[in-house]
């Protein structure tokens, strides 16, 4: 494992991925609060409490619940990806409390998700857009949601971070996703988790 460093302690580890069909994202951490990155914004999350602002506490503590929330699909497959997303996250970071979540269409919801960290003991929830641009989900219905689940358990405070933006290690994520997928088309790779089974990644006349 290699590590760069930018300035404001902002630390890249790289992982070398032994199993090259997930093409898995750098992991990024953060050793303290960063204002001047150009992908990080300062004024990207929404911190409350049941009734006025919440304190915000860098970093993620054992009674905070982290909900991952994806916008949700009819299609069966594409949910259970955000479920084994949410597993990868938690056993990278360690963090104890990590729930899955759906804007609309599936199971679970954001309000059921809340309430699961809620019962694990969580008193701050932090809601993360899984999602790449602030668009109307993020301004305004995963913020509604929030809210509203939030009335449900008085004392638990909440913030909805900024979704993933452009972020630079995005770059190397779609990079590496491109070359996997060309390598598959050429015959010299299996196809990835997300391809399996749908024969969608191939060369079109």
């Known amino acids: 494992m ?38 990080l914004p300062t004024n990207g999350c929404l911190a ?9 506490i860098n970093g993620v503590g054992d009674k905070d619940g982290v909900i991952i929330v994806d916008h949700g699909s009819r299609r ?11 597993t990868m996250f938690r056993d990278k970071t360690g963090y104890l409390i990590v ?5 609309e269409l599936a199971e ?7 309430s699961s960290c809620v019962q694990q003991g969580a008193n701050r929830v932090i809601v993360s857009p899984f999602f790449l641009f602030p668009g109307r989900h993020w301004h305004q219905d995963i913020p509604s949601l929030t809210a509203e689940a939030a ?10 971070t900024a979704p993933l933006g452009l972020h630079g290690l995005l770059v190397d994520v779609v990079n590496e996703r491109i070359k ?15 391809c399996a089974g749908t024969g969608k990644c191939r060369v079109y006349p």
């Open 2 to 39: 290699d590590s760069l460093s930018f300035p404001c302690q902002f630390t890249v580890e790289r992982q070398i991925r032994t199993n090259p069909k997930w093409a898995l994202p750098n992991f990024v951490k953060l050793q303290r609060s960063c204002k001047n990155i150009k992908y």
């Open 48 to 56: 409350t409490g049941n009734g006025g602002l919440g304190r915000q």
């Open 151 to 160: 009335r449900e358990h008085p004392g638990v405070s909440y913030v909805v």
């Open 99 to 103: 729930e899955p979540a759906h804007m």
């Open 76 to 86: 069966k497959e594409s949910n259970v990806m955000l479920n084994e997303f949410v």
């Open 108 to 114: 679970p919801s954001i309000r059921s998700a809340f």
């Open 180 to 194: 996997h997928c060309l390598s598959h088309v050429a015959g010299d790779e299996d196809e990835c988790a997300v």
